[in-house]
């Protein structure tokens, strides 16, 4: 019997899920080999009470969310996270920084959304997780890669290293050598450092590796003649929810 | 070995004559660096170039490259096509020369050599040229500032002609056919000596390798370790940019039908933390066992068995290291006991 999937979106820009359907060279092969039960943003119906993958997109910003998300983990057998804000709180926690109701009243006013708020998290704050796609969107060839695994039964592996080598691949010339910050100095690899090569520097939207050395990295801004501050506010864009050892 | 004087004006020729049987990769300008890659118009090649950001060893062992495909269902090799296009690498450095020279000890040695390396390396067609060293290089520490084989044809630059090092017979056949060429006279032979002379003074550092093996040996619990693993940020970028770093990683990838997949072998590091990862943990976790790893492969390790340490000076890891960790500054704090600042 074909593994029954399930696809789930908390809070998000459905980037992630817009990249799945982008796939069009391989979404029919990967159909072929799942049962595709519920897709939030492209099937009607309302989730199986059955399944078992269930692929996740969006941080949890409401109790609803947390509820859903605890159901989940009792019901599937692996549970994996999609995309920047479900792995790592990406732009959604950003709003951690300063006052929640008084973010919520700025783009808001008073109407009545986001019943049950909670501060923004990644979803491992609240489960545990199994698989990881990294990145904002995620890159559709690691998405099946990691699809691969979680059928095969394989064990994740997310690389925990930083980017640098994957953008002398590229043959990149280096950010630092032409005066900006790139945070692919201590960003997780895995994307082919794809922002990089295209002429701008890396963001940080993967997450801070768990490898890299943040204390280093500082030093260097500061030996290429920039803000050691400029790291962590540039940091900031995805990584807020995220603890950034000194 | 024989030689010819090739004029400058004789190598856009030379080039097309060489690219109607191989596909030659050479040195191009990529925004404010080089890069070594396929030539499109020989007007292109700038035998100029200080340093590329990758070094040509990608062409011989790629950074990814298929074993073989297989199939799920069936457990058994459906395809092992081994890709091995005729190139030439036309304007390597001795040090880049020098570096392939390593190589093949490790991937052409004993009597079981990497037949995918070995195909690789039997049809590329190496054409070297001569160069003025850089701030970073340091070939001359190693003596691998020089090479007087494993290429087919040198290029030494005399001014407007090269002094070209013929070594084997499909060179010969090339530079017979493609560069008009002419023999060579006492001066051009004085002019060369004098180009050779010139390189070799223009260094502007001087590493003392004195006893480094030794060193290694008695300083392996130094306290240097330990500050190079506190600057190090284990991006790997050193030996990926390093010609002469061969590590690899050999793993399946499934297609998305997961009927088919490939057995597929990629560049790794040794200073990533899940290189040396095993299933009770990780033999060398930390950054600094990490660092020294590295230097004690290539300086002491290798030199143990191939009697030449695995660096060829070339420098390119000093450019790619944000950390600012190179070898002539390991070799200093091996010499001095304290890494400098």
Excluded at chain 1, 141 to 164: A, H, I, N, W, Y
Excluded at chain 2, 141 to 156: K, Y
Excluded at chain 2, 232 to 252: K, N, W
């Amino acid at each position: 019997m074909a593994p029954r999937v399930v696809v789930l979106s908390l809070a998000s820009d459905f980037g992630c899920q817009v990249q799945i359907t982008n796939m069009t060279d391989q979404i029919l092969d990967v159909l072929g080999v799942i049962d595709l039960t519920y897709w939030q943003l492209a099937t009607s119906g309302h989730l199986p009470a059955e399944y078992d993958v269930a692929i996740i997109e969006g941080a949890a910003t409401t109790d609803e969310h947390v509820a859903l998300l605890k159901k989940v983990r009792e019901t599937a057998a692996a549970v994996v996270a999609i995309g920047s804000c479900a792995n790592i709180g990406g732009v959604p926690a950003m709003a951690r920084e300063g006052d929640l109701e008084e973010r919520y009243a700025t783009v808001y006013g008073g109407a009545a959304v986001a019943v049950g708020r909670i501060m923004p998290r990644p979803i491992d704050a609240v489960i545990d997780v199994d698989y990881r796609v990294p990145g904002c969107p995620i890159d559709p060839p690691e998405f099946l890669r990691v699809l691969s695994k979680v059928l095969q039964g394989l064990k994740d592996d997310t690389p925990d290293k930083t980017m640098c080598a994957s953008c002398k691949l590229n043959e990149t010339v280096c950010f630092f050598d032409q005066g900006q910050v790139c945070l692919g100095l201590v960003t997780r690899s895995g994307c082919a450092a794809r922002c990089p090569s295209l002429g701008r520097p890396c963001t940080g939207c993967r997450g801070v590796a768990p490898d890299a050395n943040l204390g280093s990295a500082r030093e260097i801004l500061v030996r290429y003649g920039q803000d050691p501050d400029e790291l962590d506010r540039l940091l900031r864009i995805y990584n807020t929810s995220r603890e950034v050892p000194v | 070995m024989f030689f010819k004087i090739i004029a400058k004006d004789e190598v856009p020729d030379l080039v097309r004559g060489i690219a109607t049987e191989y596909e030659v990769i050479g040195p191009q300008a990529k925004g404010t660096a080089f890069v070594f890659a396929p030539l499109k118009d020989p007007a292109d090649l700038r035998l100029d170039y200080d340093m590329t950001i990758l070094p040509a060893k990608r062409y011989i062992l790629p950074e990814r490259e298929t074993l073989m495909r297989f199939s799920v269902e069936d457990n058994e090799v459906v395809e092992a096509e081994l890709d091995a296009p005729r190139r030439a690498l036309f304007g390597l450095h001795p040090c880049d020369v020098n570096s392939l020279l390593l190589m093949d000890n490790v991937f052409l040695d004993g009597g079981d050599p990497d037949p995918y390396y070995k195909a690789r390396r039997e049809n590329t067609l190496i054409i070297g040229v001569s160069c003025m060293p850089a701030p970073t290089c340091f070939c001359d520490a190693w003596g691998t500032d020089e090479t007087h084989r494993g290429f087919d044809i040198f290029l030494t630059d005399i001014g407007d002609s090269y002094y070209a090092s013929i070594s084997s017979v499909r060179g010969a056949d090339l530079v017979d056919r493609f560069a008009k060429g002419r023999d060579i006279t006492a001066e051009d032979t004085a002019a060369f000596q004098e180009r050779s002379a010139a390189f070799k003074a223009a260094f502007e550092h001087e590493i003392d390798t004195s006893q480094l093996p030794v060193l290694l040996d008695a300083k392996y619990d130094s306290p240097i370790w330990q500050e190079f693993g506190e600057m190090c940020l284990a991006c790997g970028a050193c030996s990926t940019v390093c010609p002469t770093c061969y590590c690899f990683d050999v793993h399946d990838e499934l297609d998305a039908d997961q009927k088919h997949g490939e057995r597929v072998r990629t560049w790794d590091s040794c200073q990533f933390k899940d290189f040396a990862g095993v299933a009770h943990g990780n033999f060398r976790d930390s950054r600094a066992s990490r660092v020294r790893y590295r230097y004690y492969h290539k300086q002491w390790g290798y030199l143990s068995r191939y009697e030449k340490v695995l660096c060829v000076g070339c420098g390119r890891c000093t450019r790619a290291c944000k950390a600012d960790i190179n070898p002539p500054r390991v070799v200093r704090a091996l010499q001095t006991g304290v890494v400098d600042r």
